[in-house]
């Protein structure tokens, strides 16, 4: 099957966790996704796309209650995922909504969940290694810090935005790897994939970058 054919077939259209205004195709117990990995891969990329996580439900949280972060103004989601967070954005009024993933079931994701909350996104490529984007108002990055080779990429990439202007906002539940210099802005109370059945809440932050941090 296709990706596309993979993810209407085998996942459901859920109402997002602690925002259930929003649906998106998630897994459940018999979506089977294991079946996805390449048994010649030592480490295959886990279906981050298919679960909702702490650092975008933030970022999602922020933009229902600070819609005028993208009203108006032309988004990017990095490292989209499902298009959590893009679809947020679409919801909170920004004029035009980018998201940019690379794996290859994301990227077959983000249109469906956009087209199951009737909004529009574009999927576009980003190249973290080029100048930031002209067309960009707002980029959100929401769990992008979740190890240190990953963390590392993204850093500079962040920074070089902000330098130019461009409003960065960064979603993440406190991990190891999230830079001491960015700059928290609000704090909110979301599930996470991964958390301890006992505490299946987390406090994740929505941060921007600190000016110092900035070249």
């Avoid at 030592?42 to 298919?50: E, K, L, R, T």
């Avoid at 994701?109 to 190249?127: E, H, K, M």
């Avoid at 979740?146 to 991990?175: E, Q, W």
């Avoid at 109370?189 to 929505?206: C, E, H, I, L, N």
Wanted: charged share 15%; hydrophobic share 45%.
């Amino acid at each position: 099957m296709t990706p596309t054919e993979l993810i209407t077939s085998r996942l459901r259209v859920l109402p997002v966790p602690s925002l259930p205004e929003l649906r998106l195709y998630a897994a459940h117990s018999g979506s089977r996704l294991s079946q996805l990995a390449d048994p010649d891969d030592p480490d295959p990329a886990p279906p981050y796309w298919a679960y909702s996580w702490g650092g975008g439900l933030a970022l999602a949280h922020h933009l229902r209650a600070h819609p005028e972060v993208v009203a108006g103004r032309r988004v990017l989601d990095l490292g989209a995922g499902s298009g959590l967070v893009a679809i947020a954005a679409a919801k909170a009024g920004a004029a035009q909504v980018f998201a940019s993933e690379i794996d290859p079931f994301g990227r077959a994701a983000i249109p469906l969940n956009a087209q199951a909350n009737g909004v529009s996104i574009t999927l576009r490529d980003t190249d973290l290694a080029a100048p930031p984007p002209d067309d960009i108002d707002v980029l959100l990055a929401g769990d992008v810090f979740y190890n240190a080779d990953v963390a590392a990429l993204m850093l500079p990439y962040l920074t070089a935005c902000a330098a130019k202007n461009i409003t960065v906002l960064i979603g993440d539940p406190f991990r190891k790897f999230l830079p001491p210099t960015l700059v928290e802005l609000a704090r909110y109370a979301v599930p996470d994939m991964g958390a301890a059945p006992s505490t299946p809440f987390v406090r994740a932050g929505v941060f921007t970058m600190a000016a110092t941090s900035r070249p």
